[in-house]
């Protein structure tokens, strides 16, 4: 893949988490993540300065998803971008949620989900 996926194409891409490494999925890239950062495990500045990306270039309004580990680092990244970079930034909604996923072994386990929606203005 040579450039990044606009909305409505496909790729197939490698599937998380690395129990399923070798895997393939096919991936349908919709319209609507465009304005949304999913916070993993990298520095929270990264994610900072994707959500100041994406309000700059796509609009007023960015969703932040995280889930398990990573729901610190998207409290992190909301507090931090709306305190040091963008004080007319306002948190408009929080979602959570949880997700049942399916491991290697087939055992089912329960996963905790968070969407902080951040709106200017």
């Known amino acids: 893949m040579n450039h990044f996926p606009k909305a409505g194409e496909q790729y197939l891409v490698s599937v998380l988490p690395?129990?399923?490494?070798?895997?393939?999925?096919?991936?349908?890239?919709?319209?609507?993540?465009?304005?949304?950062?999913?916070?993993?495990?990298?520095?929270?500045?990264?994610?900072?300065?994707?959500v100041?990306?994406?309000?700059?270039?796509?609009?007023?309004?960015?969703a932040l998803k995280a889930r398990g580990r990573a729901i610190s680092t998207a409290?992190?990244?909301?507090?931090?971008?709306r305190t040091r970079f963008m004080e007319d930034l306002k948190v408009e909604n929080i979602e959570i949620g949880t997700e049942e996923l399916e491991s290697?072994?087939?055992?089912?386990?329960?996963?905790?989900?968070?969407?902080i929606v951040l709106k200017r203005g």
């Open 104 to 115: 290697a072994e087939g055992q089912k386990r329960n996963v905790s989900t968070i969407t």
């Open 52 to 62: 100041m990306s994406s309000l700059q270039d796509n609009g007023s309004t960015v």
């Open 75 to 81: 409290v992190d990244v909301a507090e931090v971008t």
């Open 18 to 50: 690395k129990s399923l490494k070798g895997q393939k999925k096919l991936v349908y890239f919709a319209m609507s993540d465009e304005n949304v950062v999913y916070i993993g495990s990298k520095p929270v500045m990264n994610y900072c300065l994707a």
